[in-house]
């Protein structure tokens, strides 16, 4: 069983920089590989990036490329996500979530989700 917190959301301007942290309580937190996801108002939930447990292996969608970079720290039971040049489409609520797949992707490759952060980019 594993328990995720987002935490770092909130109101920002285009161009703005945030880091959201996503922290994990239960075992073996290296053996799972992290997700965000996010959702905005209307839409489906979307990937946006992963990474994976021992390796840090990372992957994106390809509206976040060049921009976030997600990151993870396996002593601290905790990913992050951090964002930069950010646009008002990026508004939304994010997600933590925790896979034990390989190379999960959608939503139903993970396991374990967090509650979600919202974060709001102003025009």
């Known amino acids: 069983q594993v328990q995720l917190v987002e935490s770092g959301g909130g109101l920002v301007q285009t161009g703005d920089s945030l880091r959201l942290s996503c922290a994990a309580s239960?075992?073996?937190?290296?053996?799972?590989?992290m997700g965000w996801f996010r959702q905005a108002p209307g839409k489906e939930r979307e990937f946006v990036a992963r990474?994976?447990?021992?390796?840090?292996?990372?992957y994106y969608g390809d509206s976040v490329k060049d921009r976030f970079t997600i990151s993870r720290d396996n002593a601290g039971n905790t990913v992050y996500l951090q964002m930069n040049s950010l646009k008002p489409e990026d508004t939304a609520v994010y997600y933590c979530?925790?896979?034990?797949?390989?190379?999960?992707?959608?939503?139903?490759?993970?396991?374990?989700w967090g509650q979600g952060t919202q974060f709001t980019v102003s025009s």
């Open positions: 990474i994976s447990g021992s390796a840090g292996r990372t």
């Open positions: 979530a925790a896979s034990l797949g390989y190379s999960p992707i959608n939503l139903y490759d993970y396991n374990y």
């Open positions: 239960g075992r073996s937190f290296r053996l799972y590989t």
